[in-house]
């Protein structure tokens, strides 16, 4: 548009109009009645507004991300917090389902042997009364637990019960030196006595000195007269070593224990004994031993020459 005196007029004009119109507006707040028009505009150009102060102005866009960092840093922290307490939860899971193993193990074994157990937690260990290997127990006499009962776990004989309190109990563990029970060998039934030698294999002398016993042999207990402190059947251990006959009346042997006494947690009392002696049956079955691999190796003949090539 050229610079004329009819484009100066529409100029002046256009911002008379334009200034009549902010009047208006203004004087009409809410009620204006170029509200509606603006609206629109705002529609159509706000976008695009946006783009524009997006690209012009960085000093504001760096504002709104530390703003947006710290709320962001916050999310972080509470997945953090979250992670954490998710994983606490799991391993708390884990060893849950580590005692519900080892339940269900006892069970198995209470199973088998035809026992009426009371359940226990160990919430102690160290010396009591006098003992060496002691451990205490969350049940006691108002639980029905007394004097000279046995204590077992899903892997064997844990010990005997030798002080009760009324919601506690003391157990003298069975590798403690001052305990001692009657043992008979699987499948062969040679009668022993079994004691407790701290962290080594227990001790036993077989009643018979000339008896044929073999590294691995397992034993149970024997069992005592009206099953106090004994009930017969429990898996005591294994036969880790033989000491040579001597001739003498009785047989040295050396007996790996089935239960870690260093990592008892869930034990079971038993308060009924079996109406018989279970024998066996309690014992695991014996794992099957792993075939030795053969190797064959086959010579192919080499082939002969004859005498008359070799002449030549």
Known sequence: MRDTRESRLLLVLLIAIAFALITVDIRGGQDSPVDGARQAAATVFGPIENGVSSAVDPVGNAISAIRDSGGRHDRIAQLEHDNAALKAKL????????????????????????????????????????????????????DGIKRDMTVLNGDGLVGRITTVGPNTATVLLANDPDFTVGTRMES????????????????????????????????????????????????????????????GLTRTIYVKPFVSFTKLDIVGVVVDAPSKDPRDTVLPPKPKPTPTPTVTVTVTPSESVPVDDQQQ
């Open 91 to 142: 391993g708390s899971d884990d060893r849950n389902r580590s005692r519900l193993k080892q339940l269900n193990k006892m069970i198995n074994v209470a199973a088998e042997g035809q026992y009426g157990i009371k359940g226990a937690e160990v919430i102690a260990i160290g010396a009591a009364q006098g003992f060496s290997w002691t451990v205490t127990i969350d049940v006691g006499a108002n």
């Open 188 to 247: 062969s039934d040679e009668l022993g006595f079994a004691s407790g030698q701290g962290d080594r294999p227990l001790r036993v002398e077989l009643l018979n000195g000339k008896a044929k016993i073999n590294k691995g042999d397992r034993l149970v207990t024997f069992g005592s007269q009206a099953d106090r402190p004994f009930v017969p059947g429990v898996p005591v251990g294994m036969v880790s070593r033989v000491d040579p006959s001597s001739g």
